[in-house]
């Protein structure tokens, strides 16, 4: 099982950017997917989380109103929609699906055994 996340870049305050998280070596019809990101010293912070029926999504309070996740099971595809992007999103994004299908979103990183190698993220001037 692989997860491939792209997407990422630099771009200047209140720019927007997608990114993108491809699944492979199963199907991920029935898996919840989530966006995680982490920067230099710090724990990895949960950002968003879908579940395998796309109705329930939960955002970190930090990203509330500006990220958008969905996904799209025929292309086996989580997306990462960023608006009005801030200094304090810089970080590398991760996506990332548990091992058991069905299950509800969770928080915590240890709850998901795939991850994908993360793309960064630089929001500067």
């Known amino acids: 099982v692989q997860l491939q996340a792209s997407g990422g870049g630099l771009v200047r305050p209140g720019a927007s950017l997608t990114l993108s998280c491809t699944g492979s070596g199963r199907t991920f019809d029935f898996a919840t997917w989530a966006w995680f990101r982490q920067t230099p010293g710090k724990e990895r912070e949960f950002v968003a989380a879908?579940?395998?029926?796309?109705?329930?999504?939960t955002y970190a309070d930090s990203v509330k109103g500006r990220f958008t996740i969905s996904r799209d099971s025929d292309k086996n595809t989580l997306y990462l929609q960023m608006n009005a992007l801030n200094s304090e999103d810089t970080a590398v994004y991760y996506c990332?699906?548990?091992?058991?299908?069905?299950?509800?979103?969770?928080?915590?990183?240890?709850?998901?055994?795939?991850w994908g190698q993360g793309t960064l993220v630089t929001v500067s001037s």
């Open positions: 879908i579940n395998w029926t796309g109705r329930d999504i």
């Open positions: 990332a699906s548990p091992e058991e299908y069905g299950g509800d979103v969770s928080f915590r990183p240890d709850d998901y055994e795939y």
